[in-house]
């Protein structure tokens, strides 16, 4: 598959802990989109990222950290959780020039249960 | 700052009524314009762009910088046209911000 993947797909964990999901973008995909949808709340964007190097952020807590690898892979790191945390959080990518610039693949996301 | 703004949560029509989803947007300067289409079950997926001016499963979206909007339109809503709709607006460092989205629920 060379879309978008996202693990783990579910996760389940208490107040307290850190969790670190994962994202590998689509084949050829420099950019990588981390954003948080909450009931009633949309799309949160969270932070981007643009060939290992931060390009964007939005509303990212200082608890939640990211990072993008050189193999372009990317992980979101989300500590101290709280139960306001609980939400899918999406991974998106586009490339990076022309026509597929700034169009966004979507994964599947990975939904966090914080109890 | 870039914003977007999708009034309704909730839109219901009957089959074959039009349809219109409605986006407002805050930018500076010139943003760029998308709708995304999440079906149930299935992962948002980009539905059109402004700049390609096209019609995508009958939907089409002009962009009106005077009014600051990029509605989507559909003269006939069909019942598989029932999804989660979101605006996104790309400003500068292809920021992409969405809005809350709106549900499209067609009766039949």
């Known amino acids: 598959d060379s879309g978008v993947t996202q693990t783990p797909k579910h996760l389940i964990t208490a107040t307290g802990q850190r969790v670190t999901l994962r994202c590998s973008p689509r084949s050829g995909d420099l950019s990588v989109y981390w954003y948080q949808q909450s009931l009633d709340q949309g799309l949160q964007f969270l932070i981007q990222y643009y060939n290992g190097e931060e390009r964007a952020k939005g509303n990212i807590l200082e608890r939640f950290s990211a990072q993008q690898f050189p193999d372009l892979h990317s992980e979101l790191n989300l500590s101290s959780l709280e139960l306001g945390d609980s939400a899918l959080y999406f991974c998106?990518?586009?490339?990076?020039w022309g026509t597929g610039a700034n169009v966004l693949t979507f994964g599947a996301g990975s939904r966090l249960t914080v109890l | 700052a870039q914003r977007v703004t999708q009034p309704e949560k909730l839109l219901s029509v009957f089959k074959g009524a039009p349809v219109e989803l409605k986006c407002n947007y805050s930018y500076s300067g010139s943003p760029e314009l998308f709708w995304y289409v999440q079906y149930s079950r299935q992962r948002l997926q980009l539905l059109l762009r402004?700049?390609s001016r096209e019609s995508i499963k009958g939907f089409t979206a002009d962009l009106n910088k005077g009014e600051t909007s990029f509605h989507l339109k559909k003269p006939f809503a069909q019942e598989e046209d029932s999804a989660m709709y979101y605006c996104a607006l790309s400003g500068g460092y292809q920021k992409v911000t969405f809005g809350t989205g709106t549900k499209l629920q067609v009766i039949p």
């Open positions: 998106a990518s586009s490339g990076w």
């Open positions: 402004h700049i």
